[in-house]
């Protein structure tokens, strides 16, 4: 995910009535970004991690209600360990980096994903920027860490299972939006 320009989006030519509400990104391709420039495939990481802040600034231009970006997947852990290590720093110095200019834009940070299975230093760092915009009204800016699309599946299970085993939800009332009212912002 890393943009070939840093030309500005030509706002005039999209449609603002037919924009999406919520974007999703998968963060796929920086080991090769990295690799057609003689790099190694940390810098391509890097790199990945700054295109947020530029996704971000034209989200909030396009008053889109909310991007998730899938930035680490349950697979992702069979990567060499140094690798691993290097993309567990970078919510943080993403965050405390950008945490300031997100907050005064009115962006709330959110993730999915098993959350408890990252190392202590990431979650800090997230927990930290959930709970300083938790109240922001604007953009939602949700990170996908630690995700897989079959513990999702078993997640959401669970979830709506304690919602009927709890009476707030009607076994005959369980459809496909019961499931995006759960787990979407
Ligand atoms: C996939 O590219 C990318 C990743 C596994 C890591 C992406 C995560 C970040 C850049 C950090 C996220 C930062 C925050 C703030 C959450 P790849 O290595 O599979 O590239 P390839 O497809 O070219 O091999």
Redesign the pocket.
């Known amino acids: ?1 890393n943009f070939k320009t840093n030309k500005k989006l030509d706002m005039d030519r999209l449609d603002p009535t037919n924009v999406p509400k919520h974007v999703a990104i ?10 057609k420039r003689g790099l190694p ?1 940390f810098a ?6 700054k ?2 802040k530029k996704v971000v600034e034209r989200a909030v231009e396009l008053n889109l209600e909310a991007i998730t ?1 899938y ?3 349950t697979e ?1 852990w069979k ?1 060499p360990p140094k ?1 691993v290590e290097f ?1 567990m720093k ?6 405390d980096t950008y945490l300031p200019e997100l907050i005064e834009n009115n962006v709330r940070v959110t993730t999915i994903g098993h959350y408890d299975g990252l190392p202590e230093f990431t979650k800090k760092a ?1 927990q930290y920027s959930v709970e300083r915009t938790k109240n922001n009204t604007g953009l939602v800016l949700n ?1 996908a ?1 630690n995700y897989g699309s079959r513990s999702e599946i078993v997640d959401a299970v669970k979830q709506i299972c304690e919602n009927v085993k709890q009476d707030h939800l009607n076994s005959d009332e369980i459809n496909e939006r019961t499931y995006f009212k759960l787990f979407i912002y």
């Open positions: 995910m998968i963060m796929d391709g920086n080991g090769r970004w990295a690799k495939r391509g990481h890097k790199e990945g991690m295109t947020i970006l930035a680490f997947s992702n990567r690798e993309i970078l919510p943080s110095q993403f965050l997230v990170f860490l």
